[in-house]
C-alpha cells in the first residue's frame, strides 16, 4: 500500500499486525508512525509500551516484541536500519531465518513495525516474506497532483486558503520534498498574518525556489531578453551549492521541453494535452508557450543540440565544469538571437 492507503486504514481503525514502512518521502513517513503510535498508545502510557530498537539481533527483536504491554491493549515495537532489509546483510544469515519464523506466531499484542531510510532491498528473504503479507508501506516521493492536494490541506490546517493552480504553483516552485513544502506552507501562513488567500506574489516574496524553477525562470528571464537577470538567477543557484552540472542537466530538460512544445503547437495539438505530453504542471503550459513562441523550432533545436553537445563533453572530461554554464547562457542568446540583429537593420 501506499502512504494514502495507510492514513485512510488508520482512519477506518484498521491497524496491521506488521509493517515495513520504506520510501524516500522521510516527513511523511515520520508523519505516519507518529499518527500510528498515537492510535495504539494511550495517553501517559506511550513510554510504558513503546519500544526502539537499531539493527537488533533476532534473540534482541524477539524478546522486545514478546513482551506484554502495560495497562493497554497493544504495545509498539520500532525496529530501525536492520540489516535484514539491507545490502550490507548476507543473503541465508541465521537472524533473518530465525526472525521470518517468529513473525509467522508474532504476539498479538505487539504491533511491529520496521523503518528503513529510503528503500529496502527488496531481493531480502524477509522483505519478500513481508511483501507477501501485505505489510509493506510505500513512501515514494509525491507526484505533482499528490503534493498539490497536500499543499492545500496543510494550509487549510493553517486557516490559509489557495485553489488547485496556485497549489500547483506553490509545488512548482518549493518542489516535492514535503519536509521543505511543510516549511515553507508555515513561512507563508505567517506572512499573510490576518489575510487568509495565498496568491503567486505571496508565493515568489517568500518562499525557496527549486532548482526547477529557477532554471525555468532563468529561461523565462533569457527568452524575454533580460539577460541580466537571467545571470542574476543563474549566480543565486550557484552560490546556494548546487553544481554546474546539474544545473545544465536542468536546462537541457528545458530546452527539450520548449523544442517539443514548439512543434506540438505548430502541429495544432490541444492546449488540454500539452501537460501530459510534455510532463510538466497544467499551470505552467501557458508560460512554456510563451517562451516557445519567442524563436523558431530550427533556433529551438539548435539551442537544445548544444547543450545537448556541451553535457556530453562535460561527462566526457573534454569540457571543464568551471564557467561551463555562465557560458552557456552567452552561447544561447547568441543561437536563439541569431540575425535578429540583421532583420532589424533591414
Not at 543473503?91 to 499484542?109: M, N, R
Not at 529496502?120 to 508501506?137: E, F, M, N, T
Request: charge should be negative; proline fraction near 3%; hydrophobic fraction near 45%.
Amino acid at each position: 500500500m501506499n502512504h494514502t492507503d495507510f492514513f485512510d486504514s488508520l482512519k477506518a481503525g484498521d491497524v496491521k499486525p506488521l509493517y515495513l514502512l520504506e520510501g524516500a518521502e522521510e516527513y511523511i513517513k515520520a508523519q505516519a508512525l507518529s499518527r500510528l503510535c498515537q492510535l495504539l498508545l494511550p495517553a501517559g502510557l506511550e513510554q510504558m509500551n513503546l519500544c526502539e530498537l537499531v539493527n537488533p539481533e533476532a534473540d534482541a527483536l524477539i524478546a522486545a516484541a514478546e513482551t506484554l504491554p502495560f495497562m493497554a491493549d497493544r504495545r509498539v515495537l520500532i525496529v530501525r536500519d536492520s540489516e535484514l532489509l539491507s545490502t550490507a546483510k548476507k543473503e541465508g544469515d541465521d537472524t533473518q531465518q530465525a526472525v521470518v519464523e517468529y513473525l509467522e506466531h508474532l504476539s498479538p499484542s505487539t504491533c511491529l513495525v520496521f523503518v528503513v531510510k529510503g528503500k529496502a532491498d527488496a531481493r531480502k528473504s524477509l522483505y519478500q516474506w513481508l511483501k507477501k503479507h501485505g505489510a509493506i508501506v510505500d513512501f515514494s516521493p509525491m507526484g505533482d497532483a499528490e503534493a498539490a492536494n497536500w499543499a492545500m490541506r496543510t494550509l487549510r490546517a493553517l486557516g490559509k486558503q489557495l485553489d488547485l493552480a496556485m497549489a500547483q504553483a506553490l509545488v512548482f516552485t518549493v518542489g516535492h520534498d514535503a519536509a521543505l513544502l511543510k516549511q515553507e506552507m508555515e513561512k507563508l501562513a505567517a506572512y499573510l498574518d490576518e489575510r487568509e488567500t495565498i496568491t503567486q506574489e505571496d508565493i515568489d516574496a517568500v518562499c525557496v525556489r527549486s532548482l526547477e524553477c529557477s532554471v525555468f525562470q532563468m529561461v523565462d528571464a533569457q527568452a524575454a531578453g533580460r539577460n541580466q537577470d537571467a545571470c542574476q538567477l543563474l549566480n543565486s543557484v550557484l552560490e546556494g551549492g548546487t553544481d554546474r552540472f546539474m544545473v545544465l542537466s536542468m536546462l537541457l530538460r528545458q530546452y527539450r521541453i520548449l523544442t517539443h512544445m514548439r512543434r506540438l503547437m505548430d502541429e495544432r495539438t490541444p492546449a488540454s494535452a500539452l501537460a501530459s505530453l510534455l510532463g510538466i504542471p497544467p499551470f505552467a503550459v501557458s508560460r512554456t508557450q510563451a517562451q516557445a513562441r519567442r524563436y523558431t523550432p530550427e533556433k529551438l533545436q539548435a539551442a537544445y543540440d548544444y547543450l545537448y553537445e556541451l553535457e556530453y563533453r562535460l561527462k566526457s572530461g573534454r569540457t571543464t565544469q568551471e564557467g561551463s554554464v555562465e557560458t552557456a547562457l552567452f552561447r544561447l542568446d547568441a543561437i536563439l538571437n541569431a540575425g535578429a540583429a540583421d532583420a532589424a537593420k533591414g
